[in-house]
């Protein structure tokens, strides 16, 4: 199939001056290469035992204090330097700083490899990190998820790429259920979630309760939580990019995990021109699900999810890398409610993309990736023999292309992004299609970026990037622009603001993902779009310690929904099956780290406020037509969460994890009518009267949840860990929401707790 059989004429006409003006480059770029007396080093950064390309390791000439960053490629260049011998020197978090004498003559552009090793941190040492390596992690709006942190914090049932993230400032869950992300003020589908740079519609598994992302697989999680760079697109907020592991290159190893809730297996090792990581997991909740349901109602009779995640990489030359990397995961689910009633959920995800790297001269780089995306959601609920049925899937393939130029104290990224989606929504009932809607669109995005460091002090970083959407015939240009100062020696000042566009939303129950469905822009529905302002600090009051803050304001425009007032949508135009809104958000983050001795870990504090405005909510008294705004459900007001850890001897490490949040906001019912007689007879119809929306508060949320972490041997042929957790150790019922039995006179309500308390134990074995 031809990516522009279902694309304007104009859509491919652009389509093919980006690819054009990317393959010139791509095969014609060496004439780029300045030809003057200085020298210059470049190569990639890799772990020396697994061959594991190193992003955002930090290269540095220590006599010019000149240095370079990795990309996400495992790639540096360090350009204009004066003809001499210098010591340079790499630096990682958990490596070993890399050493050497290099001796540079005028024109040479010399290749270093770097092979850095790796460094058990003893207690109570301190990890150095360079000024440019703190520069890079801590830039505004970003954070890093070390992927350590993820296996190592307390956490329910197994570890979790979400459930980490949700422990950092900014970052809010909806429920001990949800896995999902809400990042300063936004809904879940307003953060782009990429695995290896291809897009993720739904991941999540178990009812949302964890996410797709099997952390034996990850190599580098990074999170853009606002302001983030015109490289990226497509989405209000936020931006999440995880990167699969590229599998060892020098030796073979598997890893074997058995949890409560699933069990998994990795493999990975070298082949001749390259080498491989493939990883498997399957839930093994089934036994105790078939034990509960000899005593309890409402447990699954169908339950089971399973994920695969897989890549090879090909050295096709020093200079070009080639790589292959896959996922696929499945939910099949199956719950009664009544003794005539099922709810069967099935849904999942699958994911390809193919991505070459080419270093074409030692300052111009360039990446290009061909992606696949499907995610497909077919929910089914029967009650006494009537089925209800929803079909959502979406069909995502692109072509990416990305170049990196290093010029001077500039580096300067370009690239487009363009690809075609196919969205199919059908509604059933009783074997009867009641609304269907097929959305075929072509997207085109483009964008260029100068990130210009013109002295130690002060580094800029703009860019523009133009959006194309041919349902609609919508054409975005959304500015970029951050700014870093270095003030003191230990204190950084950061501003940045960013306009942002979105063609997508996502129908969600927030605290139950099963019946989620995607809906696009067309004619008739614009994207939604905004503006973020941030302002940060960041500094280092001693050594090993961290304090950071931010403040952030951001606005959202056009946001569209489908229509909750509406019960029928048969014979609705897709335009007319939405209602569009507005908000805004504020909120300011601090965040203390300590990275040095036997104790470790963060304490932070989040203020935030996030609000939307719809037709038909919180009408005012004083003008019935005009709405008011209200808070979402995920609106807190006030997140406090700690993370400690303790290194108790060499094998023996205990970890623990606090949250405290402001109640979320819900709907207070106010009253009940009740009708009888005519026209209904001696049946009596009832209404629940409610207040203005969201304009109550649950109680406070609170949790304190423990690990300990045990190293050893598994029979003396490979390292072994067990792992027991207890999950809410003095046993806090939150709330998840009120329900009321509207049968019962006085009218009953109940509260329906989360979590009681809950242990835990998880054994891995490494070969």
Request: hydrophobic letters at 35%; one cysteine or more.
């Amino acid at each position: 199939m031809k990516i522009c059989e279902f694309a304007t004429t104009d859509d491919c006409r652009f389509f093919f001056v980006l690819s054009l003006i990317f393959f010139l480059t791509l095969f014609n770029a060496p004439s780029l290469q300045a030809q003057d007396n200085t020298a210059a080093i470049n190569g990639y950064v890799r772990d020396a035992t697994t061959g594991e390309t190193l992003l955002g390791a930090n290269v540095i000439i220590q006599l010019l204090n000149k240095g370079a960053s990795t990309n996400t490629a495992g790639y540096y260049t360090i350009q204009n330097l004066e003809p001499g011998t210098y010591e340079g020197s790499c630096t990682y978090i958990g490596y070993k700083t890399y050493r050497e004498e290099i001796s540079l003559e005028a024109g040479e552009s010399r290749r270093l490899d770097i092979e850095m090793e790796p460094q058990s941190q003893e207690l109570g040492e301190l990890v150095v990190q360079s000024e440019r390596e703190e520069r890079e992690k801590r830039s505004i709006g970003r954070a890093e998820i070390q992927t350590d942190m993820i296996q190592q914090m307390p956490s329910v049932l197994q570890s979790d790429v979400f459930r980490s993230a949700q422990l950092l400032p900014g970052v809010k869950a909806a429920s001990d259920f949800s896995s999902r992300l809400y990042i300063r003020g936004g809904s879940s589908d307003q953060t782009l979630i990429l695995l290896d740079q291809t897009k993720v519609y739904n991941p999540s598994h178990f009812f949302g309760f964890f996410s797709t992302f099997n952390p034996d697989a990850i190599k580098n999680v990074r999170l853009y939580k606002g302001g983030y760079p015109a490289k990226y697109g497509g989405r209000l907020g936020s931006v999440l990019a995880i990167y699969n592991k590229d599998g060892n290159r020098n030796n073979y190893h598997t890893g074997i995990q058995v949890g409560m809730l699933s069990s998994s297996i990795i493999h990975e090792g070298p082949y001749k021109h390259g080498s491989y990581m493939i990883a498997f997991r399957r839930s093994t909740l089934e036994p105790l699900l078939a034990g509960l349901r000899q005593t309890q109602d409402g447990i699954p009779n169908k339950f089971y999810f399973w994920d695969l995640n897989g890549k090879i990489n090909l050295s096709a030359s020093q200079d070009d890398k080639l790589s292959l990397s896959f996922y696929s995961g499945t939910d099949n689910v199956g719950i009664p409610f009544a003794d005539d009633a099922q709810i069967n959920l099935f849904y999942g995800n699958q994911t390809v993309s193919a991505n070459w790297t080419r270093i074409i001269t030692d300052n111009l780089f360039a990446d290009l990736t061909v992606t696949g995306s499907r995610y497909f959601n077919e929910p089914t609920i029967s009650i006494g023999g009537t089925g209800i049925r929803q079909d959502n899937e979406i069909y995502d393939l692109s072509v990416k292309g990305d170049l990196e130029y290093f010029y001077g104290d500039h580096e300067i990224d370009g690239g487009f992004w363009s690809g075609y989606m196919n969205f199919n929504y059908k509604d059933y009932f009783d074997g009867e299609q009641t609304f269907s809607q097929l959305l075929k669109s072509y997207y085109n995005q483009a964008y260029i970026q100068d990130r210009w460091q013109p002295n130690e002090r002060w580094e800029v970083n703009g860019g523009l990037r133009l959006s194309h959407f041919s349902e609609g015939n919508y054409l975005r240009l959304a500015p970029r622009l951050s700014v870093d100062y270095q003030w003191l020696s230990n204190v950084r000042l950061q501003a940045a603001y960013g306009r942002y566009y979105q063609y997508l939303t996502l129908v969600t129950n927030e605290a139950f993902s099963g019946f989620d469905y995607w809906l696009t822009s067309d004619e008739g529905v614009p994207p939604s779009w905004g503006d973020q302002f941030i302002l940060g600090a960041k500094t280092q009051p001693f050594e090993g310690y961290q304090l950071d803050g931010e403040i952030y304001y951001r606005t959202m425009h056009d946001l569209f929904q489908q229509d909750p007032f509406i019960n029928n949508l048969a014979g609705k135009d897709y335009r007319e099956i939405f209602r569009f809104g507005d908000g805004y958000a504020y909120g300011a983050e601090v965040q203390f780290q300590k990275q040095v001795g036997r104790l470790t870990g963060f304490l932070a504090y989040t203020f935030a406020r996030t609000m939307r405005k719809f037709p038909g909510y919180n009408h005012s008294i004083e003008n019935p037509g005009k709405a008011r705004y209200y808070p979402p459900k995920y609106d807190r007001t006030h997140d406090v969460t700690m993370t400690l850890s303790y290194r108790l001897t060499d094998n023996w490490e205990l970890s623990t994890v606090f949250n405290y949040a402001t109640g979320q906001a819900y709907t207070r019912p106010l009253g009940y009518t009740e009708t009888g007689g005519f026209p209904f007879g001696e049946d009596r119809r009832g209404q629940l009267l409610v207040g203005k929306v969201n304009a109550a508060r649950l109680p406070p949320y609170h949790r304190v949840d423990l690990s300990a972490t045990r190293d050893g041997t598994f029979f003396g042929m490979g390292s072994a860990e067990w792992k027991f957790q207890i999950i809410n150790v003095y046993s806090r019922r939150n709330m998840w929401f009120y329900n009321y039995d509207l049968d019962e006179r006085p009218i009953e309500r109940s509260a329906v707790k989360l979590l009681p308390i809950l242990p835990s134990v998880t054994y891995s074995v490494d070969f």
